[in-house]
Nanobody
Framework: QVQLVESGGGLVQAGGSLRLSCVAS????????MGWSRQAPGKQRELVAV???????DYADSVKGRFTISRDNAKNTVYLQMNSLKPEDTGVYYC???????WGQGTQVTVSS
């Protein structure tokens, strides 16, 4: 199993920035992809960004140009730099890895207008 611990969420005004971090432990040798998803109140969870072990990245259209995902394999950590935040970015952000499929406990991001 892989254990994931997120940090870095909080309250920010629209247009501001936040940086999320997620540290992995456990069966980290098996991890290929690391990513972030989010869930807004009353909505389904959506994938936000993912990064492969080789550094390839992919983003949801709604965050392209504003969010940047990166990883430090030496620290078993994945980051999500979020700039130009909008109220619609509000939600609980979850870190995930695969394989095996593992989820963090989530960190709240609130963007005020």
């Amino acid at each position: 199993q892989v254990q994931l611990v997120e940090s870095g969420g909080g309250l920010v005004q629209a247009g501001g920035s936040l940086r999320l971090s997620c540290v992995a432990s456990g069966r980290i040798f098996s991890i290929n992809f690391m990513g972030w998803s989010r869930q807004a109140p009353g909505k389904q969870r959506e994938l936000v960004a993912v990064i492969g072990s080789g550094g390839s990245t992919d983003y949801a259209d709604s965050v392209k140009g504003r969010f940047t995902i990166s990883r430090d394999n030496a620290k078993n950590t994945v980051y999500l730099q979020m700039n130009s935040l909008k109220p619609e970015d509000t939600g609980v952000y979850y870190c995930y890895t695969t394989p095996p499929m593992s989820w963090g406990q989530g960190t709240q991001v609130t963007v005020s207008s």
